[in-house]
């Protein structure tokens, strides 16, 4: 959820109670970063409603502490209680907690389009909270909401066109859940998400929702170095929409089986499946294109591609083209541009004649989007970079290094 979506949220929730409010998104960025220690009293009944909790469970200051004299609770109270984190943890996933704290009790409750839209709601909540600030603070939350749905989904009462739709959401929603903990290295876990969700999309008889899956475990597959898996996974997605109308999925397919083949070190299929990635990425985009698609910018598509040549040991070209996705991502995708930025830095060190020069910047780059973006996979991968760059004492790497200990205090020094 956006900073906008939030803002926009909490009018419709005051509007509801009743209470008018012009919230907007430079108040929850004062909320997120600490420069407000408590809400007016408007907001506090707002976010109270909207979450489940009260204003001190959500990190911001006891009732004794009050922000500045002429203040509404929009403007900087300065607070030195390290809440920023918990405080996107929970605004970040209001949906997840809404829908969480909405799950009926056993054997009650009609389901219907107001639980489906809820699901749905968790889903790109989780999605946009993951894209803007990093999976560390959200999975918790997210698996409350999936544990909601199947809630639903097993004590409900609907009938059989609301079960398969619950099916199909619930099903997403495990998809969305899958990658937090994929991206958190929880490979067992995730495993465990996208098997439950092609499950669903079977009983639910979604293609769209199996396909989905099935790219997913593609990825899986690929993380945890199972070459073959990682093709035939992909390939199983690309039949299940062939015919969806939406090539911008299709060209994310072929590449999820380019990393496949890359991983094997067969060049000819690699080089294959990137020219049916590139084919149907130039088609443009189309309305057929689910909505979590929206990561897949061309940005994205060179850093995809990058990470084949870095498999194929094609080092240089993996440099280049993660440079491009660093320099193509905007400013609403920091947790991809600092992941590409530290694969610069893997890239640039992995060069038959290593350019400790370009490392050292790339790794200062990925670190300088500490602590904003929590990511798991954002920490192993610097951490790599670390080790990497300690294995070449220079003044250039002693400063990148330097930088990694001070931003990341308890992850210890590379061995």
Request: net charge neutral; proline share 6%.
């Amino acid at each position: 959820m956006s900073r906008q979506q939030a803002a926009q949220r909490i009018c419709d929730t005051g509007r509801d109670m009743g209470i008018d409010v012009d919230c907007g998104p430079r108040t929850i960025t004062t909320w997120e970063d600490g420069t407000v220690a408590r809400p007016n009293p408007k907001y506090c009944a707002i976010l109270t409603k909207l979450t489940g909790r009260t204003p001190t469970e959500l990190g911001f200051a006891p009732p004794g502490r009050r922000p500045r004299p002429g203040s509404d609770g929009d403007g900087p109270s300065p607070t030195t209680e390290p809440t920023g984190p918990r405080r996107r943890e929970i605004l970040g996933t209001a949906g997840a907690l809404l829908l969480s704290a909405t799950a009926p009790t056993p054997g009650s409750g009609r389901i219907g389009g107001t639980e489906l839209r809820a699901i749905a709601e968790a889903e790109q909540v989780l999605y946009a909270a993951d894209r803007e600030h990093g999976s560390a603070d959200i999975e918790h939350n997210a698996r409350r909401a999936l544990a909601a749905a199947r809630t639903w989904i097993g004590q409900g009462s609907y009938g059989p066109d609301t079960g398969r739709r619950l099916q199909s959401a619930a099903g997403s929603l495990s998809v969305a859940v899958g990658w937090l903990a994929l991206d958190g290295g929880r490979t067992a876990a995730a495993r465990t998400r996208y098997t439950d969700a092609v499950t669903a999309a079977r009983m639910a008889d979604d293609p769209r929702l199996e396909a989905h899956a099935f790219g997913c475990l593609s990825l899986l597959a690929h993380t945890t170095g199972r070459a073959h898996e990682a093709v035939s996974a992909a390939q199983v997605a690309q039949r299940a929409v062939a015919d969806a109308g939406s090539h911008r999925w299709l060209s994310l397919l072929a590449m999820r089986e380019a990393r496949g083949w890359a991983l094997q070190r067969d060049l000819a299929q690699t080089e294959s499946a990137l020219v049916r990635a590139h084919h149907h990425y130039a088609k443009g985009p189309s309305s057929a294109d689910p909505h979590w698609l929206e990561f897949y910018a061309p940005a994205e598509l060179a850093g995809l591609e990058s990470l084949c040549r870095a498999d194929l040991g094609q080092h240089d070209r993996a440099a280049h083209g993660a440079e491009q996705a660093v320099m193509l991502f905007d400013t609403d995708h920091p947790r991809n541009r600092a992941l590409y930025a530290a694969d610069v830095a893997l890239h640039r060190l992995a060069q038959a004649r290593p350019d400790l020069d370009a490392a050292a910047d790339a790794a200062l780059r990925a670190l300088g989007h500490l602590p904003g973006i929590r990511s798991a996979r954002l920490q192993r991968a610097l951490h790599h970079v670390a080790s990497r760059l300690a294995a070449h004492p220079a003044d250039a790497t002693r400063n990148a290094l330097e930088a990694y200990r001070t931003s990341l205090p308890t992850t210890g020094s590379p061995a």
